[in-house]
């Protein structure tokens, strides 16, 4: 689990805290994301393909169910 920066957190620090924490997964390996669809994990998804373009993302949508629907 990434966890959540300090806000004014920049870029650059950012995409090394996602670098730093998918540093352990062997070259071209399988990922499962499991993504909302809102901002944080369509980020997070985004940015786990810019910082290791050589894993094989799989996105699950997961609908929480927290929203009613609009």
């Known amino acids: 689990m990434i ?3 300090p806000p004014g957190t920049g870029p650059e620090a950012v995409l090394a805290s996602v670098r730093d924490r ?3 997964l062997p070259t071209a390996s399988t990922v499962l994301l ?3 669809g809102g901002p944080d994990s ?6 786990t ?3 290791r373009p050589d894993l094989r993302l799989v996105l699950a949508h997961v609908t929480h169910g927290l929203r009613t629907p609009a």
């Open 3 to 5: 966890g959540a920066l």
């Open 22 to 24: 998918l540093a352990v």
């Open 34 to 36: 499991a993504c909302s």
């Open 42 to 47: 369509t980020a997070l998804a985004v940015l």
């Open 49 to 51: 393909r810019v910082v």
